[in-house]
């Protein structure tokens, strides 16, 4: 029994161990990746393009006085990974008609590590504050 | 070579609403972006292009005003001194003209173009030195730098492209710029991501 609790102890610790690897790699890259974002957006206040304080699980369209397309108003879209990331690798293809004039993002691992970041952008971070 | 002429250079009439006002196809190339084939991708008949431009256009130009209004702050925030007031009233005044220019483009393809807005949400109380209004300055540009490198690649038309690229260029001046004001390497690579 002691064994299988210690296994089971070490398992866990492992598997916290590289969440927490893999997510403070992709957090920290994925904050640098952000500046791409920069000439639109902020963590925390509208600009040309909505905040991002608080994104994962908003519908698209959602930040209050912030001006959307109609294209995204009625996109239906939730921001979950998910959504990020097939919008992140071509925001035309997904919202034809958003304002968003930007190429995409080619790279899984980029579009991760983005996601990464804006994901942790909720209202425990100091830049949502 | 005047300021004028590198406009008609960037935005040439005939090269740009030439071929009987027709831009080429944006929503094509974005087709092709997407690994649809050359032939469908041509055969799909999309017909969004000048408004997928105008769009584009409309939101480098609400940028380009955001520059202008983040000058204005920096230069009546009594935290500069007179050379680098002097520079800020420069840089602020190229995004004036890239606005003029970004505008005329947006009316020639038939749209209207974005207004400044009324105010905006800039993090006033951050900004308490020169080196404040710097840094967040020298953010703007770094940002609209992305914004326009992200934006070119979605330009089918070559002057489009051209006229962006033009203006990315000047944007990385400002913030190279910045950043030797700032002490920074003003080149900090070979290559800007």
């Not at chain 2, 406009?7 to 027709?22: A, T």
Request: aromatic residues 8%; hydrophobic residues 45%; glycine residues 8%.
């Amino acid at each position: 029994m002691r064994i299988i609790a210690i296994s089971c102890l070490f398992a866990i610790s492992f598997l916290v161990n590289v969440d927490a690897a893999i997510s403070d790699t992709d957090v920290s890259v994925g904050e640098r990746l952000y500046t791409q974002c920069t000439g639109c957006h902020a963590p925390d206040y509208n600009r040309t393009g909505p905040k991002h304080c608080g994104i994962l699980g908003w519908a698209a369209g959602a930040v209050k006085d912030f001006e959307y397309t109609d294209a995204m108003v009625r996109s239906g879209i939730i921001w979950i990974a998910e959504s990020l990331d097939l919008f992140l690798t071509s925001p035309f293809d997904m919202v034809p008609g958003t304002s968003m004039g930007f190429v995409g993002i080619s790279s899984v691992r980029a579009r991760q590590q983005l996601i990464a970041y804006l994901s942790q952008l909720d209202g425990s971070n100091i830049q949502c504050k | 070579m005047s300021n004028e002429v590198e406009k008609s250079v960037l935005l040439d009439r005939r090269g740009f609403l030439s071929h009987s006002g027709k831009i080429a196809l944006s929503g094509t190339a974005i087709a092709l972006m997407s690994g649809m084939s050359p032939a469908k991708a041509m055969s799909t008949g999309n017909t969004d292009s000048p408004e997928q431009d105008t769009r584009i256009l409309n939101t480098a130009i609400a940028a380009e005003h955001e520059a202008v209004a983040a000058y204005q702050l920096g230069a009546e925030s009594g935290l500069l001194s007179k050379g680098v007031l002097n520079v800020a009233l420069q840089f602020q005044g190229h995004h004036k003209e890239h606005i003029e220019v970004l505008a005329s483009t947006v009316r020639k393809l038939g749209g209207e173009a974005a207004d400044a807005r009324s105010s905006y949400d800039f993090p006033v109380h951050k900004l308490k030195s020169e080196k404040d209004v710097l840094t967040f300055a020298a953010g703007l540009e770094r940002g609209a730098v992305s914004a326009y490198a992200g934006a070119i690649p979605l330009f089918d038309n070559s002057d489009l492209a051209k006229a962006a690229a033009s203006i990315l260029a000047d944007e990385a001046m400002h913030w190279a710029i910045l950043r030797q004001a700032l002490g920074l390497d003003p080149v900090p690579g070979a290559f800007f991501s």
